[in-house]
């Protein structure tokens, strides 16, 4: 018998010594091998206030609160390492952030040891994926990560997995990684010169010092396209952008069933379809040679064509949507005919705001004779719903949630971009002329402004006002409520009803309340606080599934 355990402890344990062994092999993905490290020696130089150059890129910090960055390299390598070095602060504060939020959102120490493995294994074969030319590039800026986050994976493995950040957010949504972005675009007789216009708003939410520092980054490859993309820290990907030909990039998700493996992370996709795409079937070929493992709308405008569309891209499909109208209207469902009887499209359109929100852009856009870039700012801004009607701040079936990332808006003809600057899409958008940026600004070598100051569009007036600061408040309280709904501590009365006046058509101030009642076994309080959120109106079905269930669970208690 002691001879039968024996061999059997031994077995099992060379058993987890194999599959240890064989999952180090197959998930630690090992960095590309530069074809110059010479350049691993060049330092960036200081030389003003947040103002640093290498060679003839720079960065800076401008006036209104943007990073901008210039970056020319001779090779892809070079490239990711001056990008990493101009911006080492900024790349090692975005992954503090990153990982302070996901921490927030999944604070069960258990369940983030199993994710990091089961992501290093999902992503196992990401780098198959990713052409040569980006691995080089997220290489050369993964050597600005900081020691302090080795124990989750080298620097060139978390950096390659933080480009499928977007992507893996579809397998988290329930963790409201990804909410939903909302863009459209007018040409013709409904824009306001008849020339194309691209605005969107990115709702890619990671907390909100993760938008602190957005930064306007102007790329100038040795191959391809010049273009510029809003992006943060160590981020080589693109989610909106516009290059040197007038063609415009911006990504959307949709619904995706879980993926069961990596593929080339969307934001990589866009990325090489700005750098090397002039046309929308440019950009649909780029398209079609990627397997991505997630579904996402890629909203292109074509300076050349006069026109924008949308590829719609699934891990198994593509298809495209033109139009003949003057205008198009990119949410998060799929709209092409080859998506028409897709289950998975079909559901998400039942369930999530995203119909919603297409019908209330589609309210906006009717509701202006013409749009030109302060229309499309007043579109971008708008936090009403349907008919104007109130549906509480923050409200995900709003154009503007208050939680955007960055907003922009694009006149490819002109070559011009205006960005957003803090906070989300109120403070005031900001102008870039592409053209003068690429003739005017390598090698800068003094501090000074680049922005087209007489473009700028001013800041909403929403940012002054009382209600704003009441959605501040809204944002505190309902952290300090989530606190007491984990810690079961007591929640004043005053608290109590300062919540409600901050916000009261929101759902979520009730259904918090809700939770907090029923987690002080008070079950009367909690059925009532409940029933007031089903009153308001609510962006998803499981959000609502989540609240009914709850009034049952405290009616079985009482």
């Not at 091998?33 to 150059?53: A, E, I, M, S």
């Not at 070079?78 to 080492?88: D, S």
């Not at 998700?253 to 969307?266: F, H, L, V, Y």
């Not at 080859?338 to 209330?360: A, L, Q």
Request: aromatic letters at 12%; glycine letters at 6%; a positive charge.
């Amino acid at each position: 018998m002691k001879k039968i355990i024996f061999y059997f402890l031994g077995f099992f344990l060379l058993l987890i010594v194999t599959v240890a062994f064989y999952f180090r092999s197959v998930a630690i993905v090992h960095p590309p091998v530069p074809k110059n490290n010479k350049v691993n020696n060049v330092q960036r130089k200081k030389l003003g206030t947040d103002f640093y150059v290498l060679k003839n890129s720079w960065i800076k910090k401008s006036n209104s609160g943007l990073w901008e960055m210039y970056v020319e390299a001779e090779d892809p390598y070079e490239r990711g390492l001056i990008n990493g070095k101009l911006a080492e602060e900024l790349v090692q504060l975005q992954e503090i952030y990153f990982i302070r939020q996901i921490k927030k959102l999944i604070p069960s120490q258990t369940y983030l040891n199993y994710l990091k493995y089961a992501i290093a294994w999902f992503n196992r074969d990401l780098d198959k994926f990713v052409t040569e030319e980006y691995k080089q590039e997220i290489y050369g800026v993964s050597n600005a990560l900081n020691d302090e986050y080795d124990f989750i994976g080298s620097k060139y493995q978390r950096s390659l997995n933080y480009h499928a950040a977007h992507d893996i957010g579809h397998a988290l949504q329930d963790k409201n990684m990804v909410v939903g972005c909302t863009a459209f675009s007018t040409w013709n007789a409904k824009s306001s010169d008849g020339n194309l216009l691209i605005a969107r708003n990115f709702d890619f939410y990671v907390g909100d010092d993760f938008a602190k520092d957005k930064v306007v980054c102007f790329y100038n490859p040795i191959r391809g396209n010049k273009f510029v993309f809003i992006t943060w820290g160590g981020f080589v990907g693109a989610v909106s952008g516009m290059n040197d030909q007038g063609l415009t990039v911006t990504i959307n998700a949709s619904k995706s069933d879980i993926p069961s493996g990596s593929a080339t992370p969307i934001s990589l996709v866009a990325r090489e379809i700005l750098q090397y795409a002039s046309t929308i079937q440019e950009a649909k070929t780029i398209a079609d040679k990627r397997k991505t493992f997630v579904s996402e709308s890629l909203l292109i405008g074509s300076a050349k064509e006069g026109k924008t569309s949308i590829l719609e891209k699934s891990p198994t499909q593509t298809g495209l949507l033109e139009t003949t109208d003057d205008y198009i209207i990119c949410s998060n469902n799929f709209q092409s005919e080859i998506f028409e009887n897709d289950p998975v499209n079909i559901e998400n359109k039942k369930s999530s705001s995203s119909m919603y929100r297409y019908k209330r852009m589609k309210q906006l856009i009717d509701s202006y004779a013409h749009i030109g870039p302060h229309e499309a700012a007043e579109i971008l801004r708008n936090r009403g719903g349907l008919n104007n009607e109130n549906i509480g701040l923050g409200n995900e079936k709003s154009i503007n949630q208050l939680i955007a990332h960055h907003s922009v808006i694009m006149e490819p003809a002109k070559r011009l971009i205006w960005v957003s600057t803090q906070p989300y899409q109120l403070g005031k958008y900001v102008c870039y002329d592409l053209t003068k940026v690429f003739s005017s600004f390598p090698g800068l070598n003094e501090k000074k402004e680049i922005i087209e100051e007489n473009l700028t569009l001013q800041a909403d007036s929403f940012l002054y006002s009382n209600s704003f600061a009441n959605f501040k408040r809204y944002k505190v309280i309902a952290t300090h409520i989530s606190n007491c709904v984990k810690s079961k501590s007591t929640l004043s009365s005053t608290i109590e009803r300062a919540f409600i006046a901050s916000n009261p058509e929101q759902f979520e101030v009730y259904s918090l309340l809700g939770d907090y009642y029923s987690a002080h076994k008070n079950n009367l309080k909690a059925i009532y606080y409940y029933k007031l959120a089903l009153s308001k109106e609510i962006p998803l079905q499981k959000e609502v599934q989540y609240i009914t269930e709850q009034i049952q669970k405290c009616e079985q208690a009482n």
